[in-house]
């Protein structure tokens, strides 16, 4: 029944900004503070209280408007959206309408489930949050009004994606991007960045679309595939049953795994629209466009191509050294000391990676920086330790923040390659394993594994595993 139906998606996220104060006043958006304790007249809608724009927040529409394709708008003006609800002090809310600075925009998403492909991006505008509704405090709901005022981007998508997993494949992409350019923390569970899918079906072939539905205020990406995937089949059952889909808003239980009316879906026009009349418009000149351009970091998909093209890292490593910006300036760093990208990717994405999880830090405090890893690095090239040995190194660093010299020198880590040493050792393990010395004669080669594994047990991890190899061949083929 449902390869009978086509998927629509159409996703609007919300970005909450990361600018020191708000969009409209110079309150601060920090966080977790007690309620209704960062407000002023512009936030509280008082009477005779005039909006100023933060010029940082048109840089963060600027930027992100860049970094998605879009065109920016030399001329933009800002509207009041009306509705009435307690958290909205003013009754209305400061966005953009007809007018949106950033406009046309596009990203290119691919997956293991669907084809590559391009989303559009309708338009990205800036509004302002509104602030919260604290149930289950009192007999009653009370206000904190914190966030009123708090900056945000709307990135409008076409109805280009055709499943869930497109869907998720887009945010994610979105979402790396900004936290990538800084203008967002990319906090989900904070509501930093949450999103509203529209979704509809309609019959494979068919050019019209369905009735949508918008699942408001998701937050988490798993719930949002959840929601998605429940809504596409609510929608195609109902629609199988001689129902009707109705445009409505809904709101997703995520212990119960479905989806429930809200209420009816607004236009635009009940949303009276006009321009703001304490805003003046928005003129935004090349020459500003060129410089927040010049400035852009370079982006994630960038980067895991020059990754792989100039680096040579496989497809898979530059994937996810790109994902996150910390740990690729980690990564860069270390290759900037020790010029072997294929190993410091190894122990960027092996070493580091866990060891950072595991004490739960970032890699930006990471005590083993970038240097003091290089120094590891060398030191298995030339000989000086093995790979194993490299990683008892690398715990010592971690608590003591000394050298790889230092800690080599100090614990008596220094491999052994002198072939007289081994020689020694290898004659003992020979001796010692007659049995195995017979069988691996008659053409067990797989027992090569276990004499080197006794060497390096006899020489305490200290031997030169390559070395090893060399010599236990030559010594065994002189038994012949």
Known sequence: MKTRYETVIGLEVHVQLTTATKIFCGCSTAFGQSPNSQTCPVCLGLPGALPVLNREVVNA???????????????????RKNYFYPDLPKGYQISQFELPICEHGWLDISGEEFDPKRVGITRIHMEEDAGKLLHGASAGSLVDLNRACTPLLEVVSEPDMR??????AYLKQLHQIVVYLGVCDGNLEEGSFRCDANVSVRPVGQVELGTRAELKNLNSFRFIKQAIDFEVERQIELIEEGGKVVQETRLFDPDAGVTRSMRGKEQAHDYRYFPDPDLLPLEVSQDWIDEVRAALPELPGQKRQRYEEDLGLPAYDAAVLAAERPVAEYFEALVAQHNHPKLCSNWVMGEVLAAVKEHDVTIASCPVTPALLAGILKRIEDNTISGKIAKTVFSAIWQSGKSADEVIAEKGLKQVSDSGALDALIDEVIAANPTEVTEYLGGKEKLMGFFVGQVMKASKGKANPGLVNKLLKERLQQKT
């Open 61 to 79: 529409a600027i930027k992100t408007g860049l970094a998605t394709n879009c065109r920016i708008a030399p001329y933009s003006i800002f509207a």
């Open 163 to 168: 499943s869930a997993a497109e869907a998720i």
